[in-house]
């Protein structure tokens, strides 16, 4: 008897047993997929862990269908990595395999099967059971898997499903849909009859009287000509300005052949510059630091302050690492950051570098993941948000964490809800490769395992070209609305730097962190606010398209003409975001061109690049947005930066409020004056002597650092404590409240730490459920496995209770 133990896409944490031939079990190797029965009649992708003779004692295995991959497309230290992340963050193994592949590799048979349109099948060149699904998809427009499996009396159909898509006679929607197909491109080439100069005569008397074939094949001459390399189906109709049907003519006559190529779905197509890149003395000393604490140290934090030029020391690096053949993962908090990085390492590495996110497609990502897999030489560098983590690296070599103190580099949902750059310093170790956190504003976690000795520590504190940092002025809110001195929501003072820069020629960043027009729509009459129907939550004013929407679960209404309480038709908007900003701007500067950068105008696979680049090019004078614009973005032509509302930030109802809103409004200033001339940041608050905006004032991190790490130390909060956030959904409010409180109790018993809850958050319903969340405090010196252990013995038997088993329950470990 032989057996493999496979990983299932689903939010499962066991592994599966499954039966296999004797002459399987020796072609099998770990980390290739096979497609597996699973319940009733379901078919999934599993993932083999490994080969074994062991039966399965509590159930009886079943045999695998078949086998998908000739050789593993997953590596031996990608899957230990996975069952780190799953053991780690507490959440199936099925999850973390569900969460890294690309669906494109995931095939499930949950599938609809549909006939392309327009195409004409050679019924000849079918085979029985395709040509039974054919005549069925004539009846039907689309069947299920189910259906064809009874159609043609087979269990085992994914392999003809497979023919028949490689033959573009059908097309699979949901899971099946993205499997992976290289592109091919169609290229012409001149008969071979053709060839010799006799056959050109011929040709020429072929064509005497078809003009616009002629054309065409006059056309091909001279592109073969001029670029001496094969002609494209595309190119050729482009320069003759024909159509494709007068080429598929010529084919027909015999006098171009047509054949396929494979191409890449993402190629670089400009130019990379042979200049050196130089660094300045302290640039040259950090890059010298950083090499040196790797011989002491895995992990190092690179503190520059912005616009130091972390990016050139980065390269710097890279380059040294790509000499020793090694790879390299830069990964970043933002896709929007991706589209302006990738633009500058193309310069120096050309087509080394791949980029990896939730923009591409599915089989852009299936490219990326097989070049990463076969260390090819186009995925040298690789590029991207968290995802990238989990990619087949052959031969890793530095892990490039960049703007490390970012919250989005943690997961909140769905499981795996893993923190990227504390994985990738696992993953790291265990390819033995180096990590480097880069920040101007490291998070406090990360500067403390520095001041412990764990990792080392390299400052950059003055910027490129000694460009001199922003001045930042403070306007008090309160003094100028007493003054009567703002318009809208911009103080005179504001608007006179906006003035002054415009006229200069210089481009503004305003920064507030809430998309839509205003949050908050109330009844002058009776102080009615239109809420959410699913969400204990209010509704934002979008006045673009003049609704109400929801921003947890996407519910929207037309904008009410009058109170739905009171019928009053008095109704005003309490609070702003980014688009009354843009509307205000626009009365006050009708000369100016504005644009806006939320997610709502980056919807879409270039939403960023198109906002960017017409930013970069300087065709819009001020750029308004939420944190987006916070990260890393570079442009030189910025000498104004305005934060609207400092306060929104700071009595945000979190533990790290005063750490973010320091980070967020450092990294904002940051964005000003990054060339020749000083620039010049204005902050607008009610509240200018908090500590926080001194801070940011003074330029003051160690400042910060000091007091945030004094509250944590009195509050038991991290770096000091480890916190394990449970949270508890259920639509029943009663059940709810009920079942939390019983684990609570159960978990303060158990547990000798402080366990706080069960508390309601401050979004309490969400989608129609109800949401209590319970925190467990671990402190530093107890054992953190141990104690996760004991809690899901608890969660264990908390799902056990028949009346608790629907309460949905979910374990975030290192809450961010």
């Given at each position: 008897m032989?057996f493999?133990?496979?990983?299932?896409?689903?939010?499962?944490?066991k592994?599966?047993?499954?039966?296999?031939?004797?002459?399987?079990?020796?072609f099998?190797?770990?980390?290739?997929?096979?497609?597996?029965p699973?319940?009733?009649?379901?078919?999934?992708?599993a993932l083999?862990?490994?080969?074994?003779?062991?039966?399965?004692?509590?159930?009886?295995?079943?045999?695998i269908h078949?086998?998908?991959?000739?050789?593993?497309?997953?590596?031996?230290?990608?899957?230990?990595?996975?069952l780190?992340i799953?053991?780690y963050?507490?959440?199936?193994i099925?999850d973390v395999y569900?969460g890294?592949?690309?669906?494109?590799?995931?095939?499930e048979?949950?599938?609809?099967?549909?006939?392309?349109?327009?195409?004409?099948?050679?019924?000849?060149?079918?085979?029985?059971?395709?040509?039974?699904?054919y005549?069925?998809?004539?009846h039907?427009?689309s069947?299920?898997v189910?259906?064809?499996i009874?159609?043609?009396?087979?269990?085992?159909?994914?392999?003809?499903l497979?023919?028949?898509i490689?033959?573009?006679?059908?097309?699979?929607?949901?899971e099946?849909?993205?499997?992976?197909?290289p592109?091919l491109?169609?290229y012409v080439?001149?008969?071979s009859?053709?060839e010799t100069?006799?056959?050109?005569?011929?040709?020429?008397?072929?064509l005497?009287?078809?003009?616009?074939?002629?054309?065409?094949?006059?056309?091909?001459?001279?592109?073969q000509?001029?670029?001496?390399?094969?002609?494209?189906?595309?190119?050729?109709?482009?320069i003759?300005?024909?159509?494709?049907?007068i080429?598929?003519?010529?084919?027909?006559?015999?006098?171009?052949?047509?054949?396929?190529l494979?191409?890449?779905?993402?190629s670089?197509?400009g130019?990379?510059?042979?200049?050196?890149?130089?660094l300045?003395?302290?640039?040259e000393?950090?890059?010298?630091?950083?090499?040196?604490?790797?011989?002491?140290?895995?992990?190092?934090?690179?503190?520059g302050?912005?616009?130091?030029?972390?990016?050139?020391?980065?390269?710097?690096?890279?380059?040294?690492?790509?000499?020793?053949?090694?790879?390299?993962?830069?990964?970043?908090?933002e896709?929007?950051?991706?589209?302006?990085?990738?633009?500058?390492?193309?310069?120096?590495?050309?087509?080394?570098?791949?980029?990896?996110?939730?923009?591409?497609?599915?089989?852009?990502?299936?490219?990326?993941?097989?070049?990463?897999?076969?260390?090819?030489?186009?995925a040298?560098?690789?590029?991207g948000?968290r995802?990238?983590?989990?990619?087949?690296?052959?031969?890793?070599?530095?892990?490039i964490v960049d703007?490390?103190?970012?919250?989005?580099?943690?997961?909140?949902?769905?499981?795996p809800?893993?923190?990227?750059?504390?994985?990738?310093?696992?993953?790291?170790?265990?390819?033995?490769?180096?990590?480097?956190l880069?920040s101007?504003?490291?998070s406090?976690?990360?500067y403390?395992?520095?001041?412990?000795?764990?990792?080392?520590?390299?400052?950059?504190?003055?910027r490129?070209?000694?460009v001199?940092?922003?001045?930042?002025?403070?306007?008090?809110?309160?003094d100028?609305?007493?003054?009567?001195?703002?318009?809208?929501?911009?103080?005179?003072?504001?608007?006179?730097?906006?003035?002054?820069?415009?006229?200069?020629g210089?481009?503004?960043?305003?920064f507030?962190?809430?998309?839509?027009y205003?949050?908050?729509?109330?009844?002058?009459?009776?102080?009615?606010?239109?809420?959410c129907?699913?969400?204990?939550?209010?509704?934002?004013f979008?006045?673009?398209?003049?609704?109400?929407?929801?921003?947890?679960?996407?519910?929207?209404?037309?904008?009410?003409?009058?109170?739905?309480?009171?019928?009053?038709?008095?109704m005003?908007t309490?609070?702003?975001?980014?688009?009354q900003i843009?509307?205000?701007?626009a009365?006050?500067?009708p000369?100016?061109k504005?644009?806006?950068m939320?997610?709502d105008?980056?919807r879409?696979?270039?939403?960023?690049?198109?906002?960017?680049?017409?930013?970069?090019?300087?065709e819009?004078?001020?750029?308004?947005?939420?944190?987006?614009?916070?990260?890393?973005?570079d442009?030189?032509?910025?000498?104004?930066?305005?934060?609207?509302?400092?306060?929104?930030?700071l009595?945000?109802?979190?533990?790290?409020?005063?750490?973010?809103?320091?980070?967020m409004?450092?990294?904002?200033a940051?964005?000003a004056?990054?060339?020749?001339?000083?620039?010049k940041v204005?902050?607008?608050?009610?509240?200018p002597?908090?500590?926080?905006?001194?801070?940011?004032?003074n330029?003051?991190y160690a400042?910060?650092?000091k007091?945030?790490?004094?509250?944590?130390q009195?509050?038991?909060?991290?770096?000091?404590?480890?916190?394990?956030?449970?949270?508890l959904?259920?639509?029943d409010?009663?059940?709810?409240k009920?079942?939390?409180?019983?684990?609570?109790?159960?978990?303060?018993?158990?547990?000798?730490?402080?366990?706080?809850?069960?508390?309601?958050?401050?979004v309490?319903r969400?989608?129609?459920?109800?949401?209590?969340?319970?925190?467990v405090?671990?402190?530093?010196?107890?054992?953190?496995?141990n104690?996760?252990k004991?809690?899901?013995?608890?969660?264990n038997?908390?799902?056990?209770?028949?009346?608790?088993?629907?309460?949905?329950?979910?374990?975030?470990?290192?809450?961010?």
């Amino acid at each position: 008897m032989f057996f493999i133990e496979v990983i299932l896409p689903l939010s499962l944490a066991k592994t599966f047993t499954y039966r296999v031939s004797e002459a399987e079990f020796h072609f099998i190797k770990k980390g290739m997929r096979v497609v597996v029965p699973f319940g009733k009649s379901k078919m999934y992708t599993a993932l083999v862990l490994s080969v074994h003779q062991n039966a399965p004692t509590l159930y009886e295995a079943k045999e695998i269908h078949q086998i998908i991959d000739e050789k593993p497309i997953a590596t031996e230290i990608q899957i230990k990595h996975w069952l780190w992340i799953a053991d780690y963050y507490m959440c199936g193994i099925g999850d973390v395999y569900r969460g890294a592949f690309p669906t494109g590799l995931l095939l499930e048979s949950e599938t609809i099967i549909s006939h392309k349109a327009g195409v004409v099948v050679n019924d000849s060149e079918l085979s029985d059971d395709e040509f039974l699904i054919y005549e069925a998809l004539q009846h039907q427009s689309s069947l299920k898997v189910q259906d064809i499996i009874s159609i043609l009396n087979k269990k085992n159909i994914i392999p003809i499903l497979q023919k028949m898509i490689s033959k573009d006679i059908i097309f699979l929607e949901e899971e099946i849909k993205e499997s992976y197909k290289p592109k091919l491109v169609r290229y012409v080439k001149l008969h071979s009859k053709y060839e010799t100069d006799e056959g050109l005569n011929n040709l020429l008397e072929v064509l005497k009287n078809a003009n616009k074939q002629k054309e065409i094949v006059l056309a091909f001459f001279q592109l073969q000509a001029s670029e001496k390399k094969p002609v494209t189906v595309k190119k050729l109709v482009e320069i003759s300005n024909t159509s494709a049907t007068i080429v598929k003519a010529l084919i027909e006559k015999e006098i171009l052949e047509e054949y396929f190529l494979q191409h890449d779905r993402v190629s670089f197509k400009g130019e990379t510059t042979d200049k050196e890149l130089l660094l300045s003395t302290a640039q040259e000393n950090a890059f010298n630091g950083i090499k040196n604490s790797f011989f002491e140290k895995d992990v190092s934090l690179l503190h520059g302050v912005t616009s130091s030029g972390k990016t050139e020391i980065y390269i710097k690096l890279i380059e040294e690492y790509l000499q020793s053949g090694k790879q390299v993962l830069y990964l970043l908090p933002e896709i929007a950051l991706t589209t302006q990085l990738v633009s500058r390492l193309r310069l120096h590495f050309g087509n080394k570098v791949a980029v990896f996110h939730s923009k591409y497609s599915n089989n852009e990502r299936v490219e990326v993941w097989k070049q990463t897999l076969e260390n090819s030489e186009k995925a040298q560098i690789v590029i991207g948000a968290r995802s990238a983590l989990f990619l087949p690296f052959a031969n890793l070599g530095l892990l490039i964490v960049d703007e490390e103190h970012e919250q989005t580099f943690k997961q909140t949902d769905p499981a795996p809800r893993y923190h990227a750059r504390d994985a990738a310093v696992v993953l790291a170790n265990y390819h033995k490769a180096k990590v480097l956190l880069g920040s101007a504003t490291p998070s406090i976690e990360t500067y403390y395992n520095t001041q412990a000795g764990k990792y080392g520590l390299v400052s950059l504190s003055e910027r490129y070209n000694n460009v001199r940092m922003p001045e930042i002025v403070l306007v008090d809110l309160k003094d100028k609305h007493f003054r009567k001195r703002m318009t809208g929501h911009f103080s005179d003072l504001l608007i006179e730097e906006i003035a002054e820069a415009l006229s200069l020629g210089e481009q503004i960043i305003l920064f507030q962190n809430r998309r839509g027009y205003s949050p908050v729509i109330e009844c002058i009459t009776c102080g009615h606010v239109p809420h959410c129907q699913q969400c204990d939550v209010s509704l934002t004013f979008h006045k673009n398209k003049n609704q109400l929407r929801c921003h947890y679960c996407g519910y929207a209404i037309a904008k009410p003409t009058h109170c739905h309480s009171c019928s009053s038709i008095d109704m005003t908007t309490k609070g702003f975001g980014t688009e009354q900003i843009e509307q205000e701007l626009a009365a006050l500067f009708p000369n100016a061109k504005t644009a806006r950068m939320d997610q709502d105008t980056t919807r879409g696979k270039f939403g960023f690049e198109k906002i960017i680049d017409t930013f970069k090019n300087r065709e819009v004078d001020i750029l308004v947005g939420t944190q987006m614009l916070a990260k890393g973005l570079d442009f030189d032509n910025v000498s104004l930066v305005g934060i609207m509302n400092a306060d929104n930030m700071l009595h945000h109802p979190d533990f790290r409020a005063f750490e973010r809103s320091y980070q967020m409004m450092t990294q904002v200033a940051g964005r000003a004056g990054r060339a020749e001339k000083q620039g010049k940041v204005v902050i607008q608050t009610y509240n200018p002597n908090h500590n926080t905006i001194q801070q940011v004032t003074n330029h003051n991190y160690a400042g910060m650092y000091k007091e945030q790490l004094y509250d944590r130390q009195i509050y038991k909060y991290p770096p000091y404590f480890r916190i394990i956030k449970l949270t508890l959904k259920h639509r029943d409010f009663e059940k709810l409240k009920e079942g939390s409180m019983w684990l609570y109790q159960v978990l303060s018993q158990n547990l000798a730490m402080p366990v706080l809850g069960p508390e309601e958050p401050a979004v309490s319903r969400i989608r129609n459920e109800y949401i209590r969340t319970i925190l467990v405090k671990i402190p530093h010196n107890l054992h953190l496995g141990n104690t996760k252990k004991t809690i899901q013995k608890m969660l264990n038997s908390f799902e056990a209770v028949p009346q608790y088993r629907a309460v949905k329950t979910a374990v975030n470990v290192d809450f961010y």
